[in-house]
């Protein structure tokens, strides 16, 4: 095996300016994925335990939370400050 059972990886993936920290911990049986926003708040988790429906439907799901997250927690000002940065 490459990654050791409990072993942690963590990336940062960019959502409409927006960045999130995606943490993935190899469980036994799959992935532990936690995706947090910068104060280290939890947006959704969840354990992945199959490598295409299980994937595929776990990354919908997190889009849509974090799109939740964006919706909820940011104003008009947020939103234009991140396509002001994106010129």
């Known amino acids: 095996m490459y990654y ?5 990886r963590r990336n940062f993936i960019t959502v ?7 943490k993935g911990t190899k469980t036994q049986y799959g992935v ?7 104060y ?7 354990e992945i335990n199959d490598e ?5 439907l776990s990354q919908e799901i997190f ?11 940011t104003d008009e000002a947020d939103r234009i ?3 002001v940065m994106q010129w």
Not at 4 to 8: A, C, L, M, N, T
Not at 52 to 56: A, P
Not at 63 to 73: C, F, G, L, P
Request: net charge negative; aromatic share 14%.
């Open 16 to 22: 409409d300016g927006f960045t999130f920290h995606v």
């Open 32 to 38: 532990f994925v936690e995706i947090i926003d910068k």
């Open 40 to 46: 280290e708040n939890l947006v959704d988790s969840a």
């Open 4 to 8: 050791e059972i409990g072993e942690i």
């Open 52 to 56: 295409d429906i299980g994937f595929r």
């Open 63 to 73: 889009e849509q939370a974090i799109y939740n997250w964006i919706e909820q927690n």
């Open 81 to 83: 400050m991140n396509r």
